[in-house]
């Protein structure tokens, strides 16, 4: 844990945070926090601080808390993601978060299991943890925004544009002719980047995504299973932008 993430409700009006669960356990056990330690803390989808440790024990930890007033920035990069094995999901959930997305956009494909849909990974309970574990390894606060979409067509044709405006709109393939960073460095806003299941998009999902404003971009001729990709790819394009910024 590299920042304390902290629900806005938690925090007291004199700026006291009471952790007594698997937080506070990671604090002592692993920290080994002590009264009068600072640590960096964050508030969920707001600002970062600094808190001191104030009291240790029973389970529990109590921290004094300052934040800063400016919110940093949300990732510039949004993900369409058709939906993986419930076991592949599981584990992408703190690594995107940890890479850096604002929004995940869950949508079904030619090649996507129909059971899938029916997994327990897809509730909130589950995912917001692993979220907010990504997050506090990355030092970031902004919780993505996670939906699903059963219909592929209807999310590319009618939703897309409210989810993720203005975005240079980027499909990963192995046919891509244009290297992925290449792709990504040209965006001017954000970048919104569909990654295709296990047996990648068929003819009609790239036609279908093509029309609709997306470049084909790849890493190279080989076929990656879809955690590999998604986080290899969302690392080529986060270091694009950062080079565009430079």
Same mark, same amino acid.
């Given at each position: 844990?590299?920042?304390?993430?902290?629900?806005?409700?938690?925090?007291?009006?004199?700026?006291? $945070?009471? $952790?007594?669960?698997?937080?506070?356990?990671?604090?002592?056990?692993?920290?080994?926090?002590?009264?009068?330690?600072?640590?960096?803390?964050?508030?969920?989808?707001?600002?970062?601080?600094?808190?001191? $440790?104030?009291?240790?024990?029973?389970?529990?930890?109590?921290?004094?808390?300052?934040?800063?007033?400016?919110?940093?920035?949300?990732?510039?990069?949004?993900?369409?993601?058709?939906?993986?094995?419930?076991?592949?999901?599981?584990?992408?959930?703190?690594?995107?978060?940890?890479?850096?997305?604002?929004?995940? !956009?869950?949508?079904?494909?030619?090649?996507?299991?129909?059971?899938?849909?029916?997994?327990? $990974?897809?509730?909130?309970?589950?995912?917001?943890?692993?979220?907010?574990?990504?997050?506090?390894?990355?030092?970031?606060?902004?919780?993505?925004?996670?939906?699903?979409?059963?219909?592929?067509?209807?999310?590319?044709?009618?939703?897309?544009?409210? !989810?993720?405006?203005?975005?240079?709109?980027?499909?990963?393939?192995?046919?891509?002719?244009?290297?992925?960073?290449?792709?990504?460095?040209?965006?001017?806003?954000?970048?919104?980047?569909?990654?295709?299941?296990?047996?990648?998009?068929?003819?009609?999902?790239?036609?279908?995504?093509?029309?609709?404003?997306?470049?084909?971009?790849?890493?190279?001729?080989?076929?990656?299973?879809?955690?590999?990709?998604?986080?290899?790819?969302?690392?080529?394009?986060?270091?694009?932008?950062?080079?565009?910024?430079?």
């Amino acid at each position: 844990m590299n920042l304390l993430l902290v629900e806005a409700r938690e925090i007291n009006p004199v700026g006291r $945070v009471h $952790v007594h669960d698997a937080r506070a356990r990671h604090l002592i056990h692993v920290l080994h926090v002590e009264p009068e330690q600072v640590i960096r803390v964050g508030i969920v989808d707001g600002p970062v601080g600094t808190g001191r $440790v104030v009291h240790v024990g029973h389970g529990a930890v109590d921290l004094d808390c300052l934040f800063e007033t400016q919110v940093p920035a949300r990732p510039p990069v949004d993900l369409l993601l058709a939906l993986p094995r419930p076991k592949v999901l599981q584990r992408l959930w703190a690594q995107v978060a940890a890479l850096g997305v604002g929004r995940v !956009m869950l949508c079904n494909a030619a090649r996507v299991e129909r059971n899938y849909f029916d997994t327990h $990974v897809l509730s909130e309970a589950v995912y917001r943890p692993l979220l907010l574990e990504g997050l506090q390894q990355a030092r970031d606060t902004h919780v993505p925004v996670v939906s699903v979409h059963r219909q592929f067509r209807v999310l590319v044709e009618d939703a897309l544009e409210d !989810m993720s405006p203005g975005s240079r709109r980027i499909v990963a393939d192995p046919s891509g002719a244009i290297p992925l960073g290449r792709a990504a460095v040209e965006a001017t806003g954000r970048v919104l980047l569909a990654v295709g299941p296990e047996g990648g998009w068929n003819r009609f999902e790239l036609d279908l995504l093509a029309r609709h404003g997306f470049v084909c971009g790849g890493l190279g001729g080989r076929t990656l299973r879809s955690d590999t990709a998604c986080i290899a790819m969302l690392a080529v394009v986060h270091e694009a932008l950062r080079g565009r910024r430079q």
